[in-house]
């Protein structure tokens, strides 16, 4: 089983999104047997809670199904995921800091957008303190993005469509 882990700050907007994408497709593939997906932000924000209403409304809008209650990243997780993305280059860096702390320092961390051609190195933007095409723009962000790196990941794997 492949196992993936989407991380922003509050894990409220960006991640469960890109969780909620990332299942829709495994599933449309038939593949979704082989994956565990997750998501969870760096911070402590927002522990328990659900996504933001403009997440779940842009998800509604977009037919995809987010079952999730935020959540911190922890110790467990940079051990047993074997793909952790983070939104944004500072998500990133508090990851490789905390793979550091942990004694995980060969695991590799990967930016969300760097399995899109042409953005790689560029952050998710945080739609946080935006209106509602803030979410609408991080979910293209995420949907090209998820797209390649799916690709990658099932010719990594050798995984049969």
């Known amino acids: 089983m492949i196992k993936v882990l989407f991380v922003c700050l509050g894990n409220i907007c960006r991640s469960p999104l890109a969780e909620a994408?990332?299942?829709?497709?495994?599933?449309e593939a038939g593949i979704h047997h082989q994956f565990k997906s997750d998501s969870a932000g760096t911070s402590d924000f927002?522990?328990?809670?659900?996504?933001?209403?403009r997440t779940i409304k842009?998800?509604?809008?977009h037919n995809l199904t987010i079952n999730h209650r935020g959540r911190q990243v922890n110790r467990t997780d940079l051990r047993d995921?074997?793909?952790?993305?983070?939104?944004?280059?500072?998500?990133?860096?508090i990851l490789n800091n905390l793979k550091e702390r942990f004694g995980f320092q060969t695991k590799q961390i990967y930016l969300m957008r760097d399995f899109a051609e042409g953005s790689?190195?560029?952050?998710v933007p945080?739609?946080?303190y935006g209106g509602e095409e803030g979410f609408e723009e991080i979910y293209t962000i995420l949907d090209e993005s998820i797209e390649g790196f799916l690709g990658k990941v099932i010719q990594t794997h050798q995984i049969y469509v």
């Open 21 to 27: 994408i990332f299942n829709k497709k495994i599933e």
């Open 46 to 53: 927002h522990i328990g809670e659900l996504p933001d209403e």
């Open 58 to 61: 842009c998800a509604g809008k």
């Open 81 to 93: 995921f074997h793909y952790i993305i983070a939104m944004d280059d500072s998500n990133l860096r």
């Open 120 to 123: 790689e190195g560029q952050s």
């Open 126 to 128: 945080d739609p946080y």
